[in-house]
C-alpha cells in the first residue's frame, strides 16, 4: 500500500537560513510527487511536483525538490527561508495506475520562522 | 486559474443536526474530494467522486455521505453532527486520469457543540 512519512511534525529555522523537509514514501513503482504548501487560514497550494525525468524539479516561491528513488524519499529545500515561509508544508504521491487522481498525503510539516 | 469554492468558512452546528457543506469548483473537472484535515493526522480522505452520480469511499467515510449530482459541485453531508466530527474539511478537484495535481478550496472550519 502507498504511504507517506514527514518525520519532522514541526521545525523552527532562522529567516536567512536554508531548510529542508523530509517525505518518504512507500511505492511498489515510480510514484508521482507533490509537495503543497497550506498558509494559516487558507487552503493547500501546490508548490511544486515531480512525474519522470530530471529528479531536481524547481517550484514556486523559490523551492526546489529532489528525488532520490534508492532512499524513497523527495525533500523539499530551499536555500534561504522568509518569514512569509511560515506554513504548514505537505508533500503527496499518487499512482499511476489510478485514473482518479487520487493522493496520499503526509501528515504535514509546521515551519516556524524566526527573525 | 482554477476555482474552487467552498460555501462557508466557518460554521457552528449543534449536536445531532444535519450539515451540509459546499463545494464548487469552476474548471470542468471530472475528480472531486472531501478531506478531513486534523493537527497531527495530516489530510485524510472522506469520499471522492469521479463523476456525476459516482462516488467512492475514501478512508475515513463513517458518520458522512456525499452527492454529486451536477459536474461542478460536490456535497458532503454530516447526517448527525457529533462532537468528533470538529475539524477543517477541504474539498478539492482534478482532472481525470493519473497525474494530475488537485486543486483546493479555502476549507471550512466546522465546530460541532
Known amino acids: 500500500a502507498q504511504s507517506v512519512t514527514q518525520p519532522d511534525i514541526h521545525i523552527t529555522v532562522s529567516e536567512g537560513a536554508s531548510l529542508e523537509l523530509r517525505c518518504n514514501y512507500s511505492y511498489g513503482a515510480t510514484p508521482y510527487l507533490f509537495w503543497y504548501v497550506q498558509s494559516p487560514g487558507q487552503g493547500l497550494q501546490l508548490l511544486l511536483k515531480y512525474f519522470s525525468g530530471d529528479t531536481l524539479v524547481q517550484g514556486i516561491k523559490g523551492f526546489e525538490a529532489e528525488f532520490k528513488r534508492s532512499q524513497s524519499s523527495f525533500n523539499l529545500r530551499k536555500p534561504s527561508v522568509h518569514w512569509s515561509d511560515a506554513a504548514e508544508y505537505f508533500c503527496?504521491?499518487?499512482?499511476?495506475?489510478?485514473?482518479?487522481?487520487?493522493?496520499?498525503f503526509g501528515q504535514g510539516t509546521t515551519l516556524q520562522v524566526k527573525p | 486559474d482554477v476555482k474552487v469554492t467552498q460555501s462557508s468558512r466557518y460554521l457552528v452546528k449543534r449536536t445531532g443536526e444535519k450539515v451540509f457543506l459546499e463545494c464548487v469548483q469552476d474548471m470542468d473537472h471530472e475528480n472531486m474530494f472531501w478531506y478531513r484535515q486534523d493537527p497531527g493526522l495530516g489530510l485524510r480522505l472522506i469520499y471522492f467522486s469521479y463523476d456525476v452520480k459516482m462516488k467512492e469511499k475514501g478512508d475515513i467515510p463513517e458518520g458522512y455521505s456525499v452527492s454529486r449530482e451536477k459536474k461542478e459541485r460536490f456535497s458532503l453531508i454530516l447526517e448527525s453532527a457529533s462532537t468528533n466530527q470538529t475539524s477543517m474539511y477541504l474539498c478539492?478537484?482534478?482532472?481525470?486520469?493519473?497525474?494530475?495535481?488537485?486543486?483546493f478550496g479555502p476549507g471550512t472550519r466546522l465546530t460541532v457543540t
Open positions: 503527496a504521491v499518487g499512482a499511476w495506475s489510478s485514473n482518479t487522481g487520487k493522493l496520499i
Open positions: 478539492a478537484s482534478t482532472l481525470g486520469g493519473a497525474g494530475n495535481e488537485q486543486y
